[in-house]
C-alpha cells in the first residue's frame, strides 16, 4: 500500500516550499500535477527529475485508476498549480478514492491563498468560512449573497479578476458599510492589500481595474445589529431585478433574505414599485 503525499507549492514566490515538500516531491515515484509544464518549472529549479502524470478537472475521472496502480507500486505525490491541492483545485475524489483502497493520504502543508489572505487582512481570524468562488449567474449571485446576510464570521472567497467587479458590486448593494479586504497577487512582486468598506470597493475597482489574481476577504455580520434596508433601497433593488426579467416571487425572495424586511412585507412593496415605474419611470434612484 503506498501513501498518496497532497503538497503544497508556492502560490507566487517560489521560495515558499517547504523542505518536507522538496524531499517528498524528490522521494515518491509519480507526482500528478495538475499542469505539468507548470509543476516542471518548480521540480527543475529544485532540480527533482521525478516523473510526473497529469490530473486536472478535465481528466481526474479517468486518470484516478492509473494513478491507484500507481499507489500499489509506491508513493504519489499530487501538485496544483498553485497552493494546497483539493482547495478549489482537484484532489477531493482521488483523496477519496485512495482511502477507499486502503491507502495512506497525507498532506505536506504549506502555502494556501485562503490563509494568507486571511492572516494579513485585518479582519477577525479566530472564526471564518471559506466559499470558494462565488457564482456566475446574476441569481444566483444573488441568492448566494443573500446567504451571507446572517453570517457573523469573516468569510473568504476567491475570485478571478474578470469576475471580481460583478461579484464586489453584489457584495456591496447588500453590506455596503461592511468591512472588506481584497487582497492581490499575494507574495508576489505586485501584492497589496486594500482595506475599507464594501462600497468604497467598488470604486476603488472602478479606479483601478483589477489584475491578478485576488481573495476577497468580507467582514461578518455584527451580531445584534440588524442591517434593515431603507423603504427607498428595498424599491431600488426591487426595479432592478424586475426589470432585468425576475419574476416577483423570485425578486421578492431576494430582497427579503438581504434586507431585513419580512417576504411579505416585500411583496406589498412590488405593486408600488410597479406602479411607480409605470407612471414616474425615473422617480426613484
Ligand atoms: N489551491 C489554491 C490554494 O490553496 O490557494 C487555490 C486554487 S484556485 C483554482 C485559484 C484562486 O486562488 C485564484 O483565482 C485566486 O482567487 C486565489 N489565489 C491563488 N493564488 C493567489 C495569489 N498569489 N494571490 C491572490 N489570490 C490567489
Request: proline fraction near 5%; charge should be neutral.
Amino acid at each position: 500500500m503506498g501513501t498518496l503525499y497532497l503538497v503544497a507549492t508556492p502560490i507566487g514566490n517560489l521560495e515558499d516550499i517547504t523542505l518536507r515538500a522538496l524531499r517528498i516531491l524528490r522521494e515518491v515515484s509519480l507526482i500528478a500535477a495538475e499542469d505539468t509544464r507548470t509543476t516542471r518549472i518548480l521540480l527543475d529549479h529544485h532540480s527533482i527529475t521525478t516523473p510526473t502524470t497529469s490530473y486536472h478537472e478535465h481528466n481526474k475521472g479517468g486518470r484516478e485508476g492509473a494513478l491507484l496502480q500507481a499507489l500499489e507500486r509506491g508513493d504519489v505525490a499530487l501538485v496544483s498549480d498553485a497552493g494546497s491541492p483539493g482547495i478549489s483545485d482537484p484532489g477531493f475524489e482521488l483523496v477519496n478514492a485512495a482511502l477507499a483502497a486502503g491507502h495512506t493520504v497525507s498532506p505536506v502543508p504549506g502555502p494556501s491563498a485562503v490563509i494568507a489572505a486571511v492572516s494579513a487582512s485585518g479582519l477577525p481570524t479566530d472564526q471564518f468560512v471559506f466559499v470558494g468562488f462565488a457564482p456566475r449567474r446574476a441569481g444566483a449571485l444573488a441568492d448566494w449573497v443573500a446567504q451571507l446576510r446572517t453570517e457573523t464570521r469573516t468569510t473568504v472567497l476567491y475570485e478571478a479578476p474578470h469576475r471580481i467587479g460583478e461579484t464586489v458590486a453584489a457584495l456591496a448593494a447588500a453590506f455596503p458599510s461592511r468591512g472588506l479586504c481584497l487582497a492581490r497577487e499575494l507574495t508576489k512582486r505586485f501584492e497589496t492589500f486594500w482595506r475599507g468598506r464594501c462600497d468604497e470597493a467598488v470604486a476603488h475597482l472602478q479606479a483601478h481595474p483589477p489584475r491578478g489574481e485576488f481573495v476577497v476577504v468580507l467582514a461578518g455580520a455584527v451580531t445584534g445589529v440588524s442591517e434593515v434596508w431603507e423603504e427607498a433601497r428595498v424599491h431600488a433593488e426591487l426595479r432592478e431585478r424586475l426589470a432585468r426579467g425576475v419574476s416577483g416571487r423570485d425578486a421578492a425572495a431576494q430582497v427579503a433574505a438581504l434586507s431585513g424586511w419580512s417576504r411579505r412585507d416585500v411583496t406589498r412593496e412590488i405593486d408600488r414599485v410597479k406602479y411607480s415605474a409605470a407612471i414616474y419611470p425615473r422617480s426613484e434612484s
